[in-house]
């Protein structure tokens, strides 16, 4: 079973950074799209970033020139890289990977990005 572990959230101030990375664990298989993606309290989940097995990104508008995804195939992990936040940016944040061989996507548990000061 393939389990995605999520760390590096935590309480940052406006205008600060953070750095979030999640790894797929007991996976064999090749991983295509792996991408973030976060809730707010009251809102529907929403795409972050995104980014393909060659390195291909798509960013939602209201992330871009401020976040950036990265990954590292031979770890099997997955980064985003949150600059200059602000409180909207506020959010359960939530990574995903795709594997093509399963048919199926997995989750990440979550981890809590908040922006106050």
């Known amino acids: 079973q393939v389990q995605l572990v999520e760390s590096g959230g935590g309480l940052v101030q406006p205008g600060g950074s953070l750095r979030l990375s999640c790894t797929a664990f007991?996976?064999?298989?090749?991983?295509?799209?792996m991408g973030w993606y976060r809730q707010a309290p009251g809102k529907q989940r929403e795409l972050v970033a995104v980014i393909s097995s060659v390195g291909t990104t798509n960013y939602a508008d209201s992330v871009k020139g401020r976040f950036t995804i990265s990954r590292d195939n031979a770890k099997n992990t997955v980064y985003l890289q949150m600059n200059s936040l602000k409180p909207e940016d506020t959010a359960a944040y939530y990574c995903?990977?795709?594997?093509?061989?399963?048919?199926?996507?997995?989750w990440g548990q979550g981890t809590q990005v908040t922006v106050s000061s």
């Open positions: 995903n990977a795709k594997f093509p061989q399963l048919s199926r996507s997995y």
């Open positions: 007991k996976s064999t298989f090749t991983i295509g799209d």
